[in-house]
């Protein structure tokens, strides 16, 4: 990813930086995307050894019925 910022000084200090609509988009949706994987993973921790179901076996079960 290529991101092209402008950075607007105060005083002499660095205080905003401008992005092209796009490149904000593309940023925001990475960081989304970012916090879905973490809680994916603190979920995953959470559940531990908590017994699973295979697929396969839901759906037998949902054919079955």
Known sequence: M???PQVIKKEGKKEFVVLPYE???LIKENLEDYEDL???REAKAA?????????SDLRADLLAE
């Open 2 to 4: 290529s991101i092209h």
């Open 23 to 25: 490149e904000f988009l």
């Open 38 to 40: 973490k809680d994916l």
């Open 47 to 55: 559940e531990g050894d908590a017994p699973t179901t295979p697929l």
